[in-house]
């Protein structure tokens, strides 16, 4: 579920986790005060899966795995 920020003028900036079909808030669950729904700044993406640039192609983990699959295949020949 995401997280997003909400300012009340009272208690100040303050994260709720809801779902994306969820309605924003209106009232600040602490104090009852109108409250604003903010525009996220820091988004950042973790990629752990293998498939991406970041966990294969971003070490040298991929030229060791290229040069056993080739000695492999002349192996073979």
Do not use: W
Request: glycine residues 8%.
């Amino acid at each position: 579920m995401p997280t997003y920020e909400y300012k009340c003028p009272n208690c100040g900036v303050f994260e709720e986790f809801q779902s994306i079909t969820a309605p924003a808030l209106e009232k600040c669950p602490t104090c009852g005060s109108e409250v604003r729904r903010l525009i996220s700044r820091n988004v950042s993406v973790l990629y752990k899966a293998s498939g991406f640039y970041t966990t294969d192609y971003g070490t040298n983990a991929h030229k060791q795995s290229e040069g056993k699959a080739g000695e492999k295949s002349s192996a073979a020949s």
